[in-house]
């Protein structure tokens, strides 16, 4: 008999050590519960910033066989809002230019747009310099004398006349990659070669000493509108580049 009452209680002591309080299974579920109301948080967050960012990119009304590549807006975007953040642009800030060198310099690929009225104040062709390539963009330097764009995020500072007529001064932002540019003198301008009867003629456009050159009938307009601590981006897909700009980390 005493060994049936011993199995019983080997027994009650080896089911009842799977067994949790009424008070200690509703703490653990709520840690549970807690830990997944985080995640959710966490994952809604991202969510919502990319959704801000693609139904930013969709409002905007660009010319059908004119648009601005979805995936280097975004990076433009992220560069524009983190010198924001900062403090190196005003809050209310709300143009942003964009030069895709990927593109042929044939086809404009300049863009000014206002990201609060989510309208393109310009479409533009823009040069490169004569060192960065012919026809298309490939080489990019931050030295002085290279003859080459630089590539990354600037800020467009005041305006004067100079020996390429008006100009804008331009900041680069990208250590080692365009804050040689003030020094360099890289600065906006216009300049005859940047046609689409100069393209048509020498099969492309002309080349600058580094500036992004833009059409002499555009340049009053363009460089009046962006003039006075905004963002410019200058962009190629350049690995390089494209992992070390602090501007582009999100």
Same mark, same amino acid.
């Given at each position: ?138 080489? *990019? ?11 990354? *995020? ?22 080692? *990659? ?73």
């Amino acid at each position: 008999m005493k060994g049936f009452y011993s199995l019983l209680g080997i027994v009650y002591m080896v089911t009842t050590s799977f067994y949790l309080s009424p008070k200690k299974a509703i703490i653990k579920n709520e840690i549970s519960i807690e830990k997944i109301e985080k995640l959710t948080d966490t994952k809604s967050e991202k969510t919502t910033t990319l959704s801000s960012s693609e139904a930013l990119y969709k409002s905007i009304t660009f010319e059908e066989g004119h648009e601005l590549n979805e995936e280097v807006f975004f990076k433009a975007l992220t560069g524009f809002e983190n010198l924001k953040k900062a403090g190196l642009l005003n809050q209310d800030a709300h143009l942003l230019t964009v030069c895709d060198f990927s593109m042929s310099s044939n086809t404009k690929r300049l863009w000014v747009i206002d990201t609060e009225e989510k309208k393109v104040l310009f479409n533009s062709l823009v040069a490169h310099g004569k060192n960065t390539g012919e026809e298309f963009a490939t080489n *990019f330097s931050n030295t002085n004398s290279s003859l080459q764009s630089s590539l990354g *995020f600037y800020i467009t500072d005041a305006t004067y006349n100079g020996d390429n007529g008006y100009s804008l001064k331009l900041l680069g932002m990208d250590k080692g *990659f365009n804050d040689a540019a003030y020094k360099r003198a890289i600065v906006m301008h216009g300049a005859d070669y940047v046609s689409e009867d100069f393209a048509a003629a020498h099969k492309r456009i002309g080349r600058s000493w580094g500036c992004p050159a833009v059409p002499r009938d555009l340049t009053q307009p363009i460089i009046n509108t962006i003039k006075g601590r905004n963002c410019l981006f200058i962009y190629y897909p350049d690995q390089n580049y494209l992992s070390k700009s602090e501007w582009l980390k999100a």
